[in-house]
């Protein structure tokens, strides 16, 4: 019998505790038993969960601490872990309050092969249960993924990446962030200019860790700093590089494009695999992307939250090109999305600030066609899944809001089991 696999909120380093709060952890939202659904036996449901842990446990400890190797022997590690993931091309960019559980799970079924947490606060993960089981959810099937941590001091990100070494492919450190809040709390970018500190975390994390560290940078406004950069991280012990082509100051990602040249000088000065970042906002961009950086995967964010289908060949209006030949797909749209987002929100339960996020970017045309109905949700201070249902049949009733296009040569294809297939 197939058993549903309960999310797994992190309170404790023992798979034991965190059985334990499966039964105690308030949740935000319930789901409706369907007709349909398989019966659960609570004890099967938790001893599947509990097996589970036990087994990554286990696996764990078969790959030691890269402390010990060789810098080659670290590169051939990278290597191998990348290609037992089944090298991933397309994978969802991590995004503060965004990229969470939902959302991953909607991205995966339309194409994405790997996707990030969002950016977790070590010290606050490590010190707070409430931020720790809100925060960070996963299940069996969100794998390949990354969880990415922001931090200034090695010992608490140790510590942090402790807890969620069993559920994850890698542990990622953001030195990306260019926002305020990351020059006030001394992460992100801004640890661009604390290279030794920068050194230190990553290190620290490599002697310590069995699962890889990877790392997410932002360039230097001269191409020479940003190679040495990435050197020193790979040398560091860093297994896989994501780099966004913007400096720390290009922060207005419609103004700037990204730099494809300075991600290709860096693919080509390290041996560790490199994720590039920028300017994906369909899949012929990520095409385009892999044939002229060489990188060996691309992340997307801004463009996702808008259209969760991009990875599987649908693109809305704003980037169908005048003469290029696209039909709107008659059978997808933005609210179809949403509505599945819900319905995978009804299962793994997250903080309403993070639905309410992604219904304005989701139906954000819409809403501007039809803004008495922005304003009716805006004046919503406790959302229902009720509502969210109901809202989406009144714009299904005041007409056709804004279809997906979909390129006839991407010819994307949802099959059965849910997984998007892709040519890339």
């Known amino acids: 019998m197939k058993f549903k696999l309960p999310i797994l909120p992190l309170s404790s380093l023992k798979p034991k505790s965190q059985m334990a709060s499966l039964l105690t952890a308030a949740e935000p939202q319930t789901r409706t038993p369907h007709p349909s659904d398989p019966p659960e036996d609570l004890d099967d449901v938790l001893c599947s969960a509990q097996q589970q842990a036990e087994q990554q446990q286990l696996a764990l400890a078969e790959t030691p601490p890269s402390r010990s190797l060789s810098a080659e022997s670290r590169i051939e590690r990278a290597w191998a872990h990348w290609t037992k993931l089944g090298r991933p091309k397309l994978i969802v960019a991590p995004m503060v309050d965004n990229s969470e559980l939902p959302f991953r799970m909607l991205c995966r079924k339309y194409g994405a092969d790997a996707a990030y947490t969002p950016m977790l606060h070590s010290r606050i993960f490590t010190e707070t249960e409430k931020y720790r089981n809100q925060e960070f959810t996963t299940c069996k099937e969100d794998r390949p993924l990354f969880v990415q941590f922001c931090a200034n001091d090695p010992e608490v990100l140790l510590e942090a990446a402790k807890r969620v070494e069993p559920y994850c492919d890698y542990v990622d450190i953001n030195f990306g962030c260019p926002q305020r809040i990351a020059r006030r709390g001394n992460y992100g970018a801004f640890l661009m200019d604390k290279l030794p500190l920068v050194k230190s975390l990553v290190e620290n994390l490599v002697a310590n860790l069995h699962v890889p560290v990877s ?138 600030r993070m639905i309410r996020a992604h219904v304005h970017k989701m139906l954000g045309d819409w809403f501007r066609m039809h803004s008495h109905i922005r304003e009716d949700f805006n004046a919503q201070h406790i959302l229902t899944f009720e509502f969210l249902y109901n809202m989406v049949d009144r714009l299904r009733e005041l007409g056709e809001g804004t279809p997906l296009y979909l390129k006839d040569t991407n010819a994307a294809r949802i099959p059965e089991n849910g997984l998007a297939m892709s040519a890339v």
């Not at 704003?318 to 179809?336: F, N, S, Y």
Request: proline residues 4%.
């Open 215 to 352: 790392c997410k940078i932002r360039i230097f406004p001269k191409l020479d700093d940003t190679i040495n950069y990435a050197r020193m991280l790979e040398d560091a012990g860093c297994s896989l590089l994501a780099v966004h082509g913007r400096t720390r100051d290009e922060k207005d990602q419609k103004k700037v494009r990204a730099n494809w040249d300075a991600i290709k000088a860096v693919k080509n000065s390290v041996k560790i695999p490199v994720i590039a970042n920028g300017n994906i906002r369909h899949l012929d961009d990520a095409h385009d992307c892999l044939k002229y950086t060489g990188a060996d995967g691309v992340l997307s964010a801004e463009s996702l939250l808008e259209n969760p289908a991009l990875f599987a060949g649908f693109r809305t209006a704003e980037w169908v090109e005048e003469g290029e030949e696209c039909k709107k797909d008659r059978k997808l749209d933005q609210a179809d999305l949403l509505v599945e987002y819900l319905k995978l929100c009804e299962q793994y339960p997250v903080p309403w």
